[in-house]
């Protein structure tokens, strides 16, 4: 077994400066594994915090033991000793290590409960970034950078609800910029008929969600008397609302482009 606890060191920093692609060109032949190994420390945020007890611990070994199992088709393990070199040992050491870091830590932040402020905050911004990254389909990318932007929305209607109001508009107008970077990833990605027609449908029913939510925290903020807020909302929904047209006009016009170049074949028979 190849030591890859080098190319492994090099990915984790190359996540956090968002040069990921360009360092696994470098191990081609090795960049499934890596791909595999750094998608297990996002995968374990899902386990949930870590206890005072060792039950954190030994689920994430566990979950460990079983993702390397499926993908070593059924090789018997025997805790670090079936590893056959200490490198490896080493390998595997360091993304335990990783794993349990990165998911004690996503693990609260991710739940949707940090804001801005929050301890965690950075955390669960850090962990999107790492998704993101991690997300090699352009369609489903994609569709990961329009929940996370919609997850930016949400966090604004919490400030707003708290009367933390320029923090709520600072995420609006952040909300804005993500909004923005999925119609950039959109017209940027090779997209099929089928990822273009679904990407549509999941954009429309995003969009709607947004107009509503937006048009509540301009009410609501007019309401209560900050209507340098409220305008600044309305401005925001209509640059998103733009945006949003613009997406769905191109991923409808590549959908009726792939159309016209791949015509359904005629029924036998017809004229």
């Known amino acids: 077994m190849r030591d890859l606890s080098g190319p492994l060191q090099e990915c984790l920093q190359a996540v956090e400066n968002r040069s990921l692609p360009q360092v696994l060109r470098r191990y081609p032949a090795d960049r499934d594994e890596l791909v595999a190994l750094l998608r297990l420390s996002v995968d374990l945020s899902a386990l949930g915090a870590p206890a005072a007890d060792p039950a954190f611990r030994l689920r994430a070994r566990n979950q460990m033991l079983a993702t390397a199992a499926r993908k070593r088709q059924a090789r018997r393990w025997n805790r670090l000793g079936s590893w056959p070199r200490p490198a490896a040992r080493l390998t595997f050491a360091l993304v335990v290590a990783a794993a349990l870091l990165v998911g004690g830590l996503t693990a609260a932040a991710a739940s949707g409960s940090s804001l801005p402020g929050d301890p965690l905050y950075a955390v669960k911004l850090g962990t999107e970034q790492a998704q993101s990254t991690l997300t090699f389909n352009s369609a489903e990318r994609a569709r990961l950078q329009l929940h996370f932007a919609e997850l930016r929305l949400q966090e604004?209607?919490?400030?707003?609800?708290?009367?933390?109001?320029?923090d709520g508009v600072r995420l609006v107008s952040q909300y804005d910029a993500a909004v923005a970077l999925f119609d950039r990833?959109?017209?940027?990605?090779?997209?099929?008929?089928?990822?273009?027609?679904?990407?549509?449908r999941y954009l429309t029913e995003r969009q709607a969600h947004a107009d509503a939510s937006l048009d509540a925290m301009a009410g609501s903020l007019s309401a209560g008397g900050d209507p340098q807020s409220a305008e600044i909302v309305t401005k925001a929904h209509a640059h998103v609302d733009q945006t949003f047209n613009g997406s769905k006009r191109d991923l409808q016009a590549r959908s009726a482009h792939q159309h016209d170049t791949h015509p359904a074949t005629p029924a036998q028979g017809d004229n």
């Open 185 to 200: 990833s959109v017209a940027s990605s090779v997209l099929d008929n089928q990822a273009s027609d679904a990407l549509t």
């Open 156 to 166: 604004a209607q919490r400030l707003f609800a708290a009367g933390r109001n320029a």
